[in-house]
Each structure stands twice: as C-alpha cells, then as structure tokens.
C-alpha cells in the first residue's frame, strides 16, 4: 500500500471482516478530524448547495488534471468553519467529509470493484463494544456498515462523473478485498434516505449525518 493518506485520514486500512470482526463504531460528535483542512474535493452534484456557504475554487495537480474544491481557509491548515468544539458552522458540509471515517478504494481486475477501507485512527472505533457493531455474529455487515458503504458508493460516483475530478484517479487504489457486489449507485443514489423538515431531497444532496457522528449514526442521511 501506498504510504500518502487521503486528506484527514490518518491510517487507512482495508476492512476486513477477520480482522476487524469484533470492532465496533462508537457515535462521536464534532469534525474535530477536519478543522487543519483548508479545502475538499467537492463534486459538480454538491455546487448548488456548496456555493451558497464556500467560494468554489479550482486547483491543478502536477500531473494538470484541474479538479473543484471547497474553500474552508485562506492559509494552510485552517478550517475557518470548524469551531474550537468541533462544530461545522454551515448548512451543508461536502459529503467529502461526512463519509469520515469510511472511504473506497478502487482497483483490481474487475473496474466495478472496490475496497471497502476504514481509517483506524478514528477515535470511535473500539472492541470494547461501545456503539454499534460492524459485523454481526455471523460475520456479515450490519446495517451501519451497509448504510456507510452505500454513502460512500454514492459519493465516489459522483465525484468520478465531476469532470476533471481527481478522486477517482489518484486518491486511493488499492487490491479490493471486501466487496459489495451487484450495486447500482447513480446520483439519485447520492441523496439521504430521509430528508429534514423543510428540506427538498430532490434538489440536490441534502445535509446527511457523517457516517460515525452524530445523533443518528445508524443513518447517512439527517442533520449533524
């Protein structure tokens, strides 16, 4: 594996159902995670709703891919909408960050396949059985992980539809080792199960919960 991290992970690692068997998700406000990031990739799906809260900037990388971020600071490791509690100050925060601590890594012989990885350094992942289990006795994915795989899928289509988006080209491609097979994920897909009141879920993505924090974390879509 590749030692460069995704922006904010600190230790991805492919999820593994025998290696992490007995780990549980412990629900944990804040994006305590995110407050030196001073811009996300964002996808062209998401720029409705982002350039309402954060100018919409375009980087080149060396290699002149041009990609669309969101601009949280005006100097390197700041995040101006992180508070000092952990809060993001903003109506809608890039699905980037809201499927934290889970991401996808794609690869191997199949295009269509990919690797379901965590990042270990999260603080809510334990084997103390705190929060909710992973997998169940029987080693399947509980509804949880389901729920953050389907976010996940969700968010890594549409970025790789962005033009020019880098994510799905450099970000993380790694062997695939945990699967999720026969998946349909289109845009529709990238919309939360339940929207807020007052919300139009049709519009565009909606605010959903960061897959292992807040109030709900059963769930990936809802209020933070």
Same mark, same amino acid.
């Given at each position: ?9 600190? @230790?991805?690692?492919? %999820?593994? *159902?025998?290696?992490?068997? *007995? ?11 995110? @407050?030196?990031? @001073?811009?996300? &990739? /964002? ?7 982002? $350039? ?19 601009? %949280?600071?005006?100097?390197? !490791? ?5 508070? *000092?509690?952990?809060?993001? !100050? $903003?109506? &809608? ?15 191997? $012989?199949?295009?269509? +396949?990919?690797?379901?990885? /965590?990042?270990?350094?999260?603080? #809510?992942? @334990?084997?103390?059985?705190? #929060?909710?289990? %992973? ?10 992980? !389901? ?16 033009? $020019? ?16 097979? #026969?998946?349909?994920?289109? +845009?529709?897909?990238? +919309? ?5 009141? =007052?919300?139009?879920?049709?519009? #565009? ?6 897959? =292992? ?9 809802? +209020?933070?």
């Amino acid at each position: 594996m590749s030692s460069a991290q995704p922006i904010f992970y600190k @230790n991805v690692v492919p %999820l593994s *159902k025998e290696q992490h068997s *007995k780990l549980y998700m412990e629900s944990l406000e804040g994006f305590d995670f995110a @407050n030196e990031t @001073n811009s996300l &990739y /964002i996808a062209a799906v998401e720029f409705a709703q982002a $350039a309402r809260e954060y100018p919409i900037v375009f980087g080149k990388d060396p290699q002149d891919v041009v990609f669309p971020v969101a601009l %949280l600071g005006l100097r390197p !490791n700041q995040n101006l909408y992180v508070d *000092k509690e952990g809060k993001w !100050n $903003a109506s &809608y925060i890039p699905a980037y960050a809201r499927r934290y601590p889970f991401i996808l890594a794609k690869g191997g $012989a199949e295009e269509e +396949q990919f690797t379901v990885c /965590i990042d270990e350094g999260y603080k #809510g992942f @334990n084997t103390a059985k705190e #929060g909710q289990a %992973l997998f169940d006795k029987k080693g399947e994915q509980t509804d949880v992980l !389901n729920q953050a795989v389907d976010f996940c899928s969700a968010t890594s289509v549409v970025m790789d539809s962005t033009p $020019a988006s880098p994510v799905g080209r450099r970000e993380h491609r790694r062997d695939p080792e945990v699967q999720r097979e #026969g998946n349909d994920v289109t +845009q529709a897909a990238f +919309q939360p199960p339940y929207a807020q009141d =007052g919300d139009d879920a049709t519009s #565009g993505p909606t605010l959903p919960t960061r897959v =292992g924090g807040g109030t709900d974390v059963g769930g990936v879509g809802g +209020q933070q």
